[in-house]
Each structure stands twice: as structure tokens, then as C-alpha cells.
């Protein structure tokens, strides 16, 4: 009678297949690559593979002091685009200074070109000093939420169109970031003429900071909620024509002011719609972030602009004026002009080679690299890392996981193994062999693993047992 096949594989065989097993699991496990970068601050442990340092220099006897300016790039971003090494609407960067959580904002533009513009906002350059930032490139899952700084001196606008005139159900949401939250008046967006049309501004109203909306003659305003400055908020400001409140601002979805205008429709304003400023260059728009401005008629989209880098494009620039397009993601093709007041002259910007972000740009990490038994790596094993939350069978337990209170990861160990049991318990039934329904048992923990519900050290374990017993076995049979 022969033997079963797995009972005559030599030991080698066995060896390689488990040392085979472990690299599997660590070099698929969500993050295990070299060029993955960690930080405490990065939530989702992200991938970013490459880096590319911006330096610029402010020269000495020039500009000044600076702060919160913008300072123009040019970037070869359609090499690395072509390379595979970012997405082609740099959804994949995170532009940082002194440490991986310190994000910046960098408005990236034209990326159809080969050299495209972008715009990094540089909080505080002396005069005569250089300061770097580091732009980590090469995220797969990282979607970033870019949008255009307002320092005082830019402008968007769409030339009057019979769309923008909205006498009844309207509806306009701004998504904006405001990072000092002064008392001030300056204008959020305007189609308004002297007691005609809407607008959305800051208000100083006797050194409080209001959120102002207007139509026509009437008015409705909230003090500004110091929870909302430096965090991107949802505005919305509407306005339905009926007795009562008919004027309403809503923040993140949730309403904050509601008021009675007494105006039986808007009129029509017959003036652009502009967004930063208000008429004739009036109450400009200051240390303020737009990521979002969707105008609706009756729910229906009639404007809408997105800012992404795909829409956004630079057509002259001849310092300190630049000027270009920013594409209406809308039905009626309403596209904005922008034009940025923004001075370079005595400023040297840098832009340095793409390079592998490893183990020697870990000083500009905000977390130090594990030490395991002497050698340094860039991910902890011991750490659990992200959930696939599109694996098969995830929804079915999510829920459930989370109304128990236990640790997620014991408790897919306790699932996973019982499933792994099992199967050992099968395996064995009909091969009789040890080692064999033990690696039958991982291979539910393998999935768990890869999909970043356990750690890789769960892994590491099994295959340490997987050895012991096929060692085990082989002492037996000699004996």
C-alpha cells in the first residue's frame, strides 16, 4: 500500500512551503512594502511609495517676511503620471513640512501638460531663509480633498448667465476651510446687486464673526462656531419662497439659522456670479480654503465646481497676474475665470527628484521605525492594519463585531480559527497527517491576514507550530 503524497514529500519540501507561506503573508499583508510610510497621525496608515521634496527660497532684501503665501512650482508630474508613479489627477499626494501629519495645502493644476502649476501655501518664510516641504506621491487609496487658498487677491467668476438668476428654491453649498476666524467682512460668494440677487459672507457684526446670507433686501446670520475654524464645513444657504422662514443656512447637513425674509421671490440680479470678492474688487476673501461651490435650482445642479486638478487650468502667467479656467462640472457649462494677484518675484522655488520614500527618510516621519531584535523596519507586525472592508463576508459580521465591545482582531481570531479548525478537522480525517491540517487550519487566518483583520505576527505563529509538528512527526516516524 503507498503512502499518501503528503506523507513522502521530503523535508525540505515542507520547509520551503512554510517559509513560502510566511513571505505571502508578510509581503501581501496591507502595508508591508518598503516604500510604505506610517504615522500616528495618518489614520488609515496610508501607502505613499515616493516623495518629492519643494524648497523655496525667500532672497534676502526682497519681499519680506511672508506668511500663508502662495509660492508657485512647476512640476514634471506628466513623467510620473506616465510612469505609473501618480494618478493623473493628483488624487494620490500629501504635501507636508516638518513631519508626516503636517499636511499643507497645494493646489495642483494642469496636470494634462507636461510641467503643471502647482501652488503650495507657505505659512511663514523670512526673509533670507529657505524653507522644504516634502510631497509624499504614490497612494492608491488616498483621495485628496484640494481646493484654492484665499489670501486677498484672488477672484473667480463666471460672466452673467440667465442660469444664475434663481428667484425661487434656491440652493448654493460652499465646502470651505476658514483658518482665522477674525472678525471681518469679506465675501464668501455674490450675485448681488443693491437689494437684488444673493450672496453668502463673513460679518463683522460689533466684533462678533457672523456667517451672513443675504437675498434681495432681506437677511439671516449665525455667529461663527469656533469648532468650524480650521475644519472643512459644509455650508449651505437656502432659500424657498412660503410664510414663515423661508431663508435657511445649514452646516454640515444640519441646520443653524432660519429666518423670515418676507421677500416673495429674488430678483434678478443681471450681474456675474464671483466668488472671493464681492463688486468692483469690494471685500475680498482672506486666509480662507474653497474646496466646493454647487449651485442648485429646484435641487437641480445648475453650477458646480470641484476644483480638482483636471478641471483647473492656468492660461497666462506673467507675474505677479495669473489667470485660467476652473472647468463647471455642471450641465450648463458655465465656466470659471480665475485670476490670482500673486507676486514671485524674489522668491527661488526648487523642485528636487522624485525618489523612494525607505527607511532613510525616516526623520521626517512623526512616528520612529520599529525595532525588532536589533534590525529596523518601516511597519510594526504587531500592529493590526487596515480592514478590507470589501472583502467577501465583511458586511456580514461589521455590525456585529462592533455591537459585542471586544477587540476586532480577537474576535476575527476567534472566528477565523474556528473555521480553521475545522478544516483541520477535515483534512485530517481523511490525509491523517499533522502538518497538513495544520496548514490547512491557517488558511483562513492567511485570509484574515491579508485583508488586514489580524496581525501578521498571528501568522508567524502558525507557521512556528506548522514546524514544530512536521518536526515532531519526522522524530516520531525515526524513532
Known amino acids: 500500500m503507498k503512502k499518501p503524497l503528503f506523507n513522502v514529500l521530503p523535508g525540505k519540501v515542507w520547509l520551503a512551503a512554510a517559509l513560502a507561506f510566511a513571505a505571502v503573508v508578510l509581503l501581501g499583508s496591507p502595508g508591508a512594502r518598503e ?147 477674525t472678525p471681518r467682512n469679506e465675501v464668501i460668494f455674490d450675485h448681488h446687486t443693491p437689494g437684488i440677487g444673493y450672496r453668502l459672507e463673513l460679518w463683522n457684526d460689533s466684533s462678533t464673526l457672523k456667517l451672513l446670507a443675504s437675498v434681495d433686501g432681506g437677511s439671516c446670520s449665525i455667529a461663527w462656531d469656533s469648532n468650524w475654524t480650521n475644519n472643512n464645513v459644509d455650508f449651505e444657504m437656502r432659500y424657498v419662497s412660503a410664510a414663515g422662514n423661508d431663508l435657511f443656512i445649514d452646516a454640515n447637513g444640519v441646520n443653524v439659522a432660519a429666518c423670515d425674509t418676507d421677500e416673495g421671490a429674488i430678483g434678478t440680479a443681471g450681474y456675474n456670479f464671483d466668488i472671493g470678492q464681492g463688486p468692483a474688487g469690494t471685500l475680498k476673501l482672506d486666509t480662507a480654503i ?47 475665470t480665475y485670476t490670482f494677484t500673486r507676486s514671485q518675484s524674489g522668491l527661488t522655488p526648487t523642485v528636487g527628484a522624485l525618489s523612494l520614500t525607505s527607511e532613510s527618510s525616516g526623520a521626517a516621519f512623526s512616528s520612529s521605525l520599529v525595532e525588532i531584535m536589533g534590525g529596523t523596519f518601516l511597519i510594526d507586525p504587531f500592529a493590526n492594519t487596515n480592514e478590507n472592508t470589501n472583502a467577501l463576508g465583511y458586511e456580514l459580521f461589521d455590525d456585529a463585531f462592533d455591537s459585542i465591545g471586544a477587540p476586532r482582531p480577537m474576535l476575527w481570531a476567534m472566528f477565523l480559527g474556528s473555521v480553521g479548525l475545522f478544516l483541520a478537522v477535515l483534512v485530517f480525517w481523511f490525509m491523517r497527517n499533522v502538518p497538513m491540517a495544520l496548514f490547512a487550519a491557517a488558511m483562513p487566518l492567511t485570509w484574515g491576514t491579508l485583508n488586514g483583520y489580524l496581525p501578521a505576527w498571528w501568522l508567524v505563529l502558525w507557521v512556528l507550530l506548522f514546524v514544530t509538528a512536521y518536526g515532531a512527526q519526522q522524530w516520531g516516524e525515526q524513532s
Request: proline share 3%; net charge negative.
Open 35 to 181: 516604500c510604505s510610510v506610517f504615522a500616528a497621525s495618518d489614520t488609515n496608515q496610508s501607502e505613499y511609495c515616493f516623495r518629492l521634496d519643494l524648497t523655496i527660497t525667500n532672497e534676502a532684501g526682497g519681499v519680506g517676511d511672508l506668511t500663508n503665501y502662495p509660492i508657485l512650482f512647476t512640476v514634471p508630474s506628466q513623467a510620473m503620471i506616465n510612469n505609473g508613479q501618480m494618478d493623473a489627477r493628483h488624487w494620490d499626494i500629501k504635501p507636508t513640512q516638518g513631519g508626516f501629519g503636517a499636511e499643507v495645502n497645494l493646489l495642483a493644476q494642469d496636470c494634462a501638460c507636461d510641467s503643471s502649476k502647482w501652488w503650495l501655501i507657505v505659512q511663514s518664510l523670512p526673509d533670507g531663509q529657505s524653507r522644504t516641504f516634502r510631497v509624499y506621491i504614490g497612494n492608491g487609496e488616498q483621495k485628496r480633498n484640494q481646493g484654492i487658498y484665499f489670501s486677498g487677491d484672488e477672484l473667480l467668476r463666471v460672466a452673467y448667465d440667465a442660469a444664475m438668476d434663481i428667484t425661487d428654491n434656491l440652493g448654493v453649498e460652499v465646502e470651505m476651510e476658514l483658518t482665522d476666524a
Open 290 to 336: 474653497i474646496r466646493r461651490v454647487i449651485l442648485k435650482n429646484n435641487g437641480v445642479i445648475a453650477a458646480g465646481y470641484g476644483f480638482n486638478s483636471l478641471a483647473v487650468d492656468q492660461s497666462t502667467g506673467v507675474d505677479p497676474t495669473y489667470t485660467g479656467t476652473i472647468q463647471d462640472q455642471g450641465v450648463n457649462n458655465l465656466d470659471l
